[in-house]
């Protein structure tokens, strides 16, 4: 796929997390860039902060980003979180991360309104069993490396 038709449809070129551990981040970050993939990930401790965010970044669109939620965040938990957020944000894609292995908590997830539930840590893999949860959502490859396609 050329990096024109990419850019016609609706590129996902922005993750971001909302996870109370900052190594998450900083290894997403490593792992999506060693594996080329096209993505910029941003980093939020609460929902507080992501909607601070979005309100100080006036081009911020839920068509070209996606919210993954850590399941066990410091105060809250990712599954009581979801709810508000796509009342907030309809039409962004949310999912749930966790390191859980309950198999439990997929359903809770999946009951909060999260289009996929998936394991640390994000990378290509990762980010291969978003896209096979979430019809809409597919990775793609140009020259210039992988990225999200949503459409």
Request: glycine share 6%; aromatic share 8%; charged share 20%.
């Amino acid at each position: 796929m050329s990096d024109s038709l990419a850019n016609a449809a609706s590129r996902v070129d922005t993750i971001c997390l909302i996870d109370d551990s900052d190594d998450e981040a900083f290894l997403a970050q490593r792992l999506l860039k060693r594996e080329n993939i096209q993505v910029t990930v941003e980093s939020f401790h609460s929902l507080e902060q992501f909607n601070e965010y979005t309100a100080s970044h006036p081009n911020f669109s839920t068509a070209h980003a996606m919210l993954i939620v850590d399941l066990y965040l410091g105060i809250d938990l990712g599954t009581d979180v979801i709810p508000r957020i796509t009342a907030t944000y309809p039409g962004l894609i949310v999912g749930m991360s966790t390191g859980s292995c309950d198999p439990g908590d997929q359903d809770k997830a999946m009951e909060s309104g999260a289009w996929f539930y998936v394991g640390k840590p994000l990378d290509h893999a990762c980010l291969e069993s978003i896209c096979n949860q979430v019809d809409t959502l597919s990775l793609a490859t140009s020259d210039s490396g992988a990225f999200l396609l949503r459409g």
